[in-house]
């Protein structure tokens, strides 16, 4: 699987791709087997109506956005890093994607309401992440059977200029990595999509029982407890040889990320929800990720 450019649109081909190994309890949705390939993309297709309508749903309209800072008028130490970038991390839910996957599909479940105010919470800084995290899977419970009829019937919403500014890192060498405290059932299948590697993902991962019940989240993920994204960062960086990196998301954990060794800017968005407190601790804040789109073109 590939994504190639066309003018201004990125375009995807899906192709199979292998997965790592998985035990009993890192079982996926997709079943219990040892090997799996990622078909979850090809359900999610023929679930909302083949390829082109399934492309037009992640290339949807986009919303209208009043950004705060045109590609113009980004601060000199934040261009700077730009130019030289290797590597980009995104966080997903509310900035690579304009939902957040766990009150989805806590709202898939039932329990959106509660679930969405804790959501809140650890976004804001007002507890720690893992204790979010941990309360949060523990009300929820998500088995593997609910977590794979979620991916079947929610498509992902890629948000506006994603897809383009993939393409492009992609066309110039500049890494792209996911940082997430949402889980990799989820995150995986979308950055397959995206001709993502699977090594570039960094995220959580729900556990399951031989039966696929729930049985608790892998507390070995960097992004499992707070400060995890700065760790992750600051991991890829020291074992993949990046010198320049920029942190890109929404919350009070993804502007942890910028600290010494891990990332050298952190870009705040604030397109789907904007939080006064992660705006104050921006290098550079947007509310439209097509101003880094051309940012990155400009540098």
Same mark, same amino acid.
Request: neutral net charge; glycine residues 10%.
């Given at each position: ?9 990125? /375009? =995807?081909? &899906? ?16 079943? #219990? ?48 890093? &730009? ?9 997903? $839910?509310?900035? /690579?994607? *304009?939902?957040? %996957? ?16 804790? !959501? ?7 507890? !720690? ?13 998500? %088995?593997?059977?609910?977590?794979? *009829? #979620? ?12 897809? *383009? ?17 949402? /889980? ?17 993902? #960094? ?8 039966? +696929? ?10 992004? %499992? ?19 320049? =990196? ?17 990332? $050298? ?5 604030? +397109? ?28």
């Amino acid at each position: 699987m590939h994504a190639s450019r066309v003018g201004s649109r990125a /375009f =995807v081909e &899906l192709q199979p791709c292998q997965q790592h190994r998985a035990t009993v309890l890192r079982a996926t949705p997709l079943g #219990f087997s040892r090997h799996w390939t990622c078909r979850t993309p090809v359900a999610l297709i023929r679930a909302h109506g083949g390829h082109r309508r399934f492309m037009q749903s992640i290339h949807a309209t986009p919303a209208q956005h009043t950004s705060v800072s045109a590609a113009s008028g980004v601060p000199p130490e934040v261009a700077t890093v &730009l130019k030289t970038a290797d590597a980009i991390c995104f966080d997903v $839910d509310s900035t /690579f994607c *304009e939902d957040e %996957s766990i009150d989805e599909l806590a709202a898939f479940i039932g329990v959106g309401e509660a679930i969405a105010t804790m !959501t809140a919470q650890a976004m804001g800084g007002v507890v !720690t992440f893992q204790e979010s995290l941990a309360a949060r899977l523990g009300i929820m419970s998500p %088995s593997a059977q609910i977590v794979e *009829e #979620f991916l079947s019937s929610h498509p992902p919403r890629i948000s506006p200029g994603i897809p *383009e500014i993939v393409a492009y890192c992609q066309s110039q060498g500049i890494q792209v990595f996911l940082v997430s405290g949402g /889980f990799h059932q989820i995150i995986d299948p979308i950055a397959a999509m995206l001709g993502i590697p699977s090594n570039h993902v #960094f995220a959580n991962r729900i556990l399951y029982n031989a039966a +696929g019940s729930y049985a608790g989240f892998d507390p070995t993920c960097f992004t %499992s407890r707070s400060g995890g994204k700065r760790e992750a960062v600051q991991h890829l960086r020291a074992t993949r040889g990046l010198q320049r =990196v920029v942190m890109v998301g929404d919350g009070a954990t993804d502007a942890e990320a910028k600290a010494p060794g891990g990332a $050298d800017v952190f870009v705040g968005y604030g +397109g789907v929800v904007r939080r006064p407190a992660v705006e104050a601790r921006a290098d550079w804040y947007i509310t439209d990720l097509r101003d880094l789109l051309a940012a990155l073109q400009r540098a």
